[in-house]
């Protein structure tokens, strides 16, 4: 497994738009890439929403065919967590996405791989 950059990469809570909002970006040095490894969602309204998230590569736009999440249910006043996730994304990609209503706050962890260094160490959010 490549070596892990010291900085971590998400762990910030992010607030979503009904519009596409950047909720991570794997930065162009990190030539190896990342591995995203979890997705919080949390909803603070009173009712249920849907949340879309997209992984698009460098220069590219959200879409269908790089949506990782599509309408996923996140309960009223609730959260939805996918852990142990070891998914791919490219060096300068970004992890975007959008709510069906406002109060969705998503979180992401992932650790980001440069191209040399030393042994690879997990980062806990």
């Known amino acids: 497994m490549p070596a892990m950059e010291d900085a971590p990469l998400g762990g910030t809570p992010v607030a979503l738009a009904v519009t596409e909002t950047t909720i991570l970006a794997v930065p162009a040095t990190a030539t190896n890439g990342a591995e995203l490894r979890t997705i919080e969602v949390s909803n603070s309204a009173a009712a249920a929403a849907n949340v879309t998230i997209h992984i698009v590569p460098s220069g590219g736009a959200a879409g269908a065919g790089n949506a990782l999440l599509q309408a996923a249910a996140v309960p009223a006043n609730g959260t939805l ?19 069906s209503a406002v109060g969705l706050n998503a979180t992401l962890g992932a650790l980001s791989y440069p191209s040399s260094g030393a042994e690879s160490t997990q980062v806990q959010f």
Do not use: K
């Open 81 to 99: 967590s996918l852990v142990g996730l070891e998914v791919p994304v490219a060096a300068g990609a970004t992890v975007s996405g959008f709510g």
